[in-house]
């Protein structure tokens, strides 16, 4: 038997299929989230490579921003739940989830057996999240994934002041007017999302092992700012991208043997 | 005798020479702001629509964001007292002030004898300033000017939920994507600053009579979408935009004349 985890986001939809012992047996990202056939994309590229047919799924569970329009599952559960159970399926001392997807940042505090038991949400304001990365990725003419090799770079990061992305954006640009170096504003960058998202896992508090899931994850640069700003080692769990999906699959697989813990 | 006001903003650098009875002898504007020869600039034009030589002024007084890197004055002022100086000289019966500048947004309570005594200021988030309303006209390939007519074209208001200037854009974009009339994008825009800007103006409070000041003053979209939410009448002193530079003006006034009163 199979279980299909669907995690419906707001620029990306990702699938992750499970096998009875929990393993995973495909995994799959579209980047194109709500609002788009991304998901349903995403669902046949991830059939396809584990070879078995949608009817052959046996619970299918959605999570993401967009859950609510996907139209073929068996539950929707919420992001926090599927990231946590994710992540904890994967890294289970992990006490602190912190998570910067496309358009949003979480931090969640996670018990010994894996239940979430706090949470704090920026989903208002574009900076501290991927929406600031992208943003200012644009203005550079860079990819995002570039920004990595950028910030590693940098021997002197340059320094934004404002904490709004639009008032960023300003300063990004008179910045590289001004002649400093591609690889110093990418740092100066990286270093405020670390900045301003950390005044958010401050209201929650770092309980160890800290990890962090999402998008953003593979950045990084975000990630080296993130820990000398928390002062702490981050722990990424593989494919960091896929952890709502996972948890979403994980969900399923306990739909159907009649475990549910939320 | 004359007296010069110099008013340095963000965007705009603006000028009134005023003489020994406190009447307004010229007035210059000119489009360009702090860490520019805007100031310079602005000067000189004062000084040849009122025919005065640099040298026959007796007093200066510079104001605005910028008013610290103006060379050649004889006190700097805040804004928030020029501004309110300013406002109470045209408009006596003011008891609140609000202004939205091009990148801030500040509400100020006004006495019977024109002193400020409380105030906020929003010159953290884009949100709600002028600073948003240059993001959605550059979508809308508008000028900020023509963004009234627009709004008073409007039969169906759009309507934007986030409150992030960065993610508005994004649903000003889809909103235009999917054929909502441009009339009615922009009055859901002039709604948004309004709505974002009452928040702020609740912290302080309310007693009319209510003026406005500052560059969006200009814009009757704005101010008749914050007059239904705030449902009040708004006043708007005759050249709202000049009414910090009006105030330093005094203020020199006032420090030729001995009397000084912040
Ligand atoms: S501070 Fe900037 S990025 Fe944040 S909500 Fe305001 S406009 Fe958006």
Redesign the pocket.
């Known amino acids: 038997k199979s279980y299909l985890g669907v995690d419906v986001g707001s620029t990306t939809s990702k699938c992750v299929v499970i096998d009875d012992d929990r393993a995973i047996l495909g995994m799959s990202l579209v980047t194109e989230g709500i609002g788009t056939e991304g998901s349903t994309k995403a669902v046949s590229e991830v059939l396809e490579q584990v070879g078995v047919r949608r009817e052959d799924i046996s619970k299918t569970v959605a999570t993401g921003y967009g859950r609510k329009i996907f139209p073929d599952s068996d539950r929707k559960v919420s992001e926090l739940s599927c990231h946590v159970k994710g992540v904890f399926s994967q890294v289970p001392e992990a006490r602190t989830l912190i998570d910067i997807g496309g358009q949003d940042a979480k931090v969640m505090s996670i018990t010994e057996s894996g239940i979430m038991t706090n949470f704090q949400m920026n989903d208002?304001?574009?900076?501290g999240t991927g929406r600031?990365l992208d943003v200012m990725a644009r203005i550079l003419q860079l990819d995002v994934a570039q920004l990595e090799g950028e910030y590693f770079k940098a021997a002197k990061p340059s320094k934004i002041s404002s904490?709004?992305?639009?008032?960023s954006e300003s300063e990004v640009i008179s910045q590289l007017a001004s002649g400093e170096k591609r690889e110093d504003v990418v740092a100066g960058i990286c270093q405020s999302v670390a900045t301003r998202f950390a005044s958010l896992v401050m209201r929650v508090g770092i309980t160890p092992t800290l990890c962090m899931s999402g998008g953003v994850a593979k950045n990084g640069g975000v990630r080296d700012a993130l820990e000398k700003e928390l002062g702490l080692q981050i722990v990424c769990p593989p494919n960091a991208q896929y952890m709502g999906a996972l948890g979403a699959a994980l969900y399923a697989w306990e739909t159907e043997h009649g475990i549910i813990r939320l």
Do not use: L, S
Not at 163 to 167: E, K, P, W
């Open positions: 208002k304001c574009a900076a600031f904490t709004c992305t639009v008032f």
